[in-house]
């Protein structure tokens, strides 16, 4: 399987504008999935993928045009958690890396903040036990 990403538009039932993650068959080129989980996005991103497990399922960390971050099922492309960075939050797509160390996720932007008109800030969000969806992100 081959995912990637893009801001996309105008493509059938996906019509609105989305950043959106699509995974390709890498033997057919045949879609194998879609996924939308963030928000309508304020900006592009173009941050890298970071491989992980969690409850016994191979995902990804990535950051989303909506800033948020978002934590999806690599086979099924399912959305299982996603924070949406209020306190660590840009006025923007956040374009770097999320970084798992241990239980805690590691996030750094260099846009303009939405709390002070300083720039850039990096913050650390612990993941959710399995059974717990999030309703509001843990800063550290």
């Not at 304020?42 to 990535?62: C, E, I, M, N, Y």
Request: charged content about 25%; some cysteine.
């Amino acid at each position: 399987m081959a995912i990637t990403r893009g801001m996309t538009s105008g493509w059938g039932a996906n019509g609105p504008a989305a950043d959106r993650l699509l995974a390709f068959d890498k033997k057919t080129g045949d879609l194998v999935w879609l996924s939308s989980p963030a928000d309508r996005p304020q900006d592009p991103t173009f941050a890298p993928l970071q491989f992980s497990w969690f409850d016994g399922k191979r995902v990804f960390f990535t950051p989303c045009g909506d800033s948020s971050f978002a934590c999806v099922n690599v086979r099924t492309g399912e959305p299982i958690f996603r924070f949406r960075a209020a306190k660590a939050g840009a006025k923007g797509g956040i374009n770097g890396g999320v970084l798992r160390y241990k239980d805690m996720l590691l996030v750094a932007h260099e846009s303009e903040n939405v709390d002070t008109s300083e720039v850039g800030r990096t913050a650390a969000y612990r993941i959710p036990a399995a059974d717990a969806q999030p309703k509001e992100p843990a800063v550290s």
